[in-house]
């Protein structure tokens, strides 16, 4: 059976929490568990750990989902917070990722970034974010209702050349939303796969390489459950990593 390795999300200590209340807490959004073992693959939950000890649970790994969640820290595409700081993101979940990554692109292990996750990669390869869309670029179409939270969606355009077409075989799709910020300045090396035509703002990439899968969006394939007679399916992209997943598997066992 596949392993696919996920990024940690945390929970911070809490005195008002009845459980665990002085310890920090690991964990995967449960949508996200169930995409990764609809794979066929058992998802593995990667935690703060050293280097080395992560790098050698690494090596057992087909492949890496990076999850969403909280906001990136300014600080780490060196700019500083916006509006006396209001989204200062999650610094320390921002160093076990960056960790994770940098192993993941050392093993070249076929990686899939969503929402934060496809804005880690950016950041991880030199690129910058948009704090707040609203208030830096004030987008006509809506990306973030945390009331309707994944019940909202817009469309995304992409070029006959992309990777999204061949595997679609049409130039636009419906995803969902769930996200305030957004792709600024393009990492080096990625290459944009498509855009929110109405604002412009950079909804998927990949990597320029021949020998490493690393793509990212900014949707949520995992929630596509909530409105899926809404939104286009996620499987096609799915099964592309999937694919590049088993490869990698059947070339380094």
């Given at each position: 059976?596949?392993?696919?390795?996920?990024?940690?999300?945390f929970m911070p200590p809490?005195?008002?929490?009845?459980?665990?209340?002085?310890?920090?807490?690991?964990?995967?959004?449960?949508?996200?568990a169930k995409y990764v073992?609809?794979?066929?693959?058992?998802?593995?939950?990667?935690?703060?750990?050293?280097?080395?000890?992560?790098?050698?649970?690494?090596?057992?790994?087909?492949?890496?989902?990076?999850?969403?969640?909280?906001?990136?820290?300014?600080?780490?595409?060196?700019?500083?917070?916006?509006?006396?700081?209001?989204?200062?993101?999650?610094?320390?979940?921002?160093?076990?990722?960056?960790?994770?990554?940098?192993?993941?692109?050392?093993?070249?292990?076929?990686?899939?970034?969503?929402?934060?996750?496809?804005?880690?990669?950016?950041?991880?390869?030199?690129?910058?974010?948009?704090?707040?869309?609203?208030?830096?670029?004030?987008?006509?179409?809506?990306?973030?209702?945390?009331?309707?939270?994944?019940?909202?969606?817009?469309?995304?355009?992409?070029?006959?050349?992309?990777?999204?077409?061949?595997?679609?075989?049409?130039?636009?799709?419906?995803?969902?939303?769930?996200?305030?910020?957004?792709?600024?300045?393009?990492?080096?090396?990625?290459?944009?796969?498509?855009?929110?035509?109405?604002?412009?703002?950079?909804?998927?990439?990949?990597?320029?390489?021949?020998?490493?899968?690393?793509?990212?969006?900014?949707?949520?394939?995992?929630?596509?459950?909530?409105?899926?007679?809404?939104?286009?399916?996620?499987?096609?992209?799915?099964?592309?990593?999937?694919?590049?997943?088993?490869?990698?598997?059947?070339?380094?066992?």
């Open positions: 059976m596949l392993t696919i390795g996920l990024s940690p999300a809490d005195d008002s929490r009845a459980v665990f209340g002085k310890k920090t807490l690991t964990y995967m959004e449960s949508d996200m073992s609809d794979m066929v693959a058992i998802p593995v939950l990667l935690p703060d750990l050293p280097r080395e000890v992560l790098k050698s649970i690494m090596k057992n790994l087909d492949g890496l989902v990076l999850q969403g969640g909280t906001d990136i820290s300014p600080g780490v595409y060196n700019e500083a917070g916006i509006e006396n700081n209001r989204w200062p993101g999650d610094k320390y979940r921002d160093e076990v990722e960056l960790r994770i990554l940098d192993i993941a692109f050392e093993l070249k292990l076929p990686v899939l970034g969503i929402c934060r996750g496809f804005q880690l990669i950016n950041v991880y390869l030199g690129g910058s974010l948009y704090q707040d869309l609203e208030t830096q670029i004030s987008p006509k179409v809506e990306h973030r209702n945390a009331e309707k939270y994944d019940r909202i969606h817009h469309s995304i355009s992409f070029k006959k050349d992309s990777l999204l077409y061949s595997l679609y075989d049409k130039e636009s799709l419906e995803v969902n939303t769930v996200h305030h910020q957004g792709v600024k300045d393009l990492g080096k090396g990625l290459i944009k796969e498509a855009t929110c035509p109405e604002a412009k703002i950079i909804e998927a990439f990949k990597l320029d390489s021949t020998n490493h899968f690393v793509y990212g969006v900014q949707w949520h394939p995992e929630f596509f459950h909530t409105i899926n007679d809404k939104l286009s399916s996620h499987q096609p992209l799915t099964d592309f990593f999937i694919k590049k997943v088993k490869e990698y598997r059947n070339e380094n066992n």
